[in-house]
């Protein structure tokens, strides 16, 4: 195989962010009406609320009672009897009272009381925003790096985190799934524990404190997992673009692994020398042919890779990817320039039983 000098492979990340911003507006009442086109300001999650009693309705209720009282004549002098008391008669009274009872319908607006005063809320916007704020996923940020948070979808007690701190290109980064969720001293905490390194994240009030023993292999230059990431900005929808370079690679022989390193045996294709090409076009996909047979991979996501996916000290680019013509084929695809190796491992498998092939 002809050696071709790499010198320098930019993967360009743009993301598109949709933030779903988390703040309650809130009103005040002027004349008794609230005109929820002028809000007096709104609250994040980190704002103290306190809810407050609904107002009761005030119902008029009237009622008939007896009393006694004396007879007077046109004079308006009181009439006696012949013992010379004042003489009463029963007469029938009308008494209005107004009773406090519960609201017959929920109120659209409720009372709280805040940074604000006591203000007004919208009951349905106050409800979403107290649910949300049970929810501790989103994006953590510092000044050079972020964490984001996700919950998992099927047990609220376990997460995934993305950790990445640096300019891309030389940025120290992490991720893992499936970490879950502990209390201690009024805080969440997630601890995620490899050979060589631990790393804790603390969450309190909206930020983030990641603490690292270890992990030198993911450091760069001066860029560490560890910091205060204490800017919440919410959750995120992200759309990513690959705008790489297009390199191809021959290989006349490969390691094919049915099931994990241990099962690797080095195979000839039937059809010939294995040209790999990164970025088909400059767009991201990968195409790996042989002779007339080609298959060709469409990006998804980027992924970090862990220190085990490290090749003599080389941090890989990884790609996680669909085969545009077989339902369900998910494989992820590790470039190590310097070294001129590809190794493509079927996703969400254990390493030590995936189906793998390595190209070097």
């Known amino acids: ?30 004349r008794g009406q609230i005109d929820e ?31 006694k009282v004396v007879v007077k004549d046109k004079k308006g002098r009181v009439k006696k009897d012949k013992k010379g008391n004042p003489k009463t008669k029963m007469q029938r009274k009308r008494v209005v009272t107004w009773e406090k009872v519960q609201p017959s319908e929920p109120p659209r607006f409720v009372p709280i009381q805040c940074k604000l005063g006591e203000v007004w809320v919208k009951r349905a916007d106050l409800a979403r925003f107290k649910q949300a704020s049970l929810d501790l996923s989103g994006e953590y940020a510092s000044s050079t790096g972020s964490v984001i948070l996700k919950k998992s979808p099927t047990n609220p007690r376990y997460f995934s985190f993305t950790i990445q701190n640096g300019p891309f290109g030389g940025r120290a980064e992490l991720e893992a799934s499936n970490v879950e969720l502990r209390e201690s001293n009024g805080h969440a905490r997630l601890t995620y524990t490899e050979d060589g390194c631990t790393v804790d994240i603390a969450i309190a009030d909206r930020k983030v404190r990641v603490a690292q023993r270890g992990c030198s292999e993911y450091n760069v230059g001066n860029y560490k997992l560890e910091g205060e990431y204490n800017t919440y900005k919410g959750n995120r929808r992200v759309v990513e673009t690959f705008n790489m370079p297009e390199q191809s690679f ?65 941090k890989p680019l990884a790609i996680k990817t669909k085969r545009t013509d077989m339902a369900g084929e998910w494989m992820i695809w590790y470039f190590y320039p310097q070294a ?9 498998m254990r390493e030590d039983t995936a189906y793998m092939e390595i190209y070097e």
């Open 37 to 67: 086109n002028t809000p007096v300001g709104s609250l994040l999650f980190t704002d103290y609320i306190k809810e407050l009693p609904i107002p009761m309705d005030s119902v008029k209720k009237v009622t008939v009672v007896k009393e």
């Open 340 to 348: 001129q190796r590809f190794k493509m491992v079927r996703a969400g």
């Open 250 to 314: 021959k290989y006349k022989k490969y390691l094919w692994c049915g099931s994990g390193f241990d099962s690797c045996e080095k195979v000839k294709d039937d059809n010939g020398t294995v040209t790999i090409t990164w970025s088909k076009d400059g767009n991201g996909f990968i195409e790996r042919a042989a002779g007339e047979d080609s298959h060709i991979y469409r990006p998804f996501e980027h992924v970090i890779p862990h220190k085990r996916d490290f090749y003599n000290g080389e």
């Open 1 to 30: 195989m002809k050696k071709i000098l790499i010198s320098v492979i930019c993967l360009a990340l743009f993301a598109s962010f949709s933030f779903a911003q988390e703040s309650l507006s809130v009103y005040k009442k002027n």
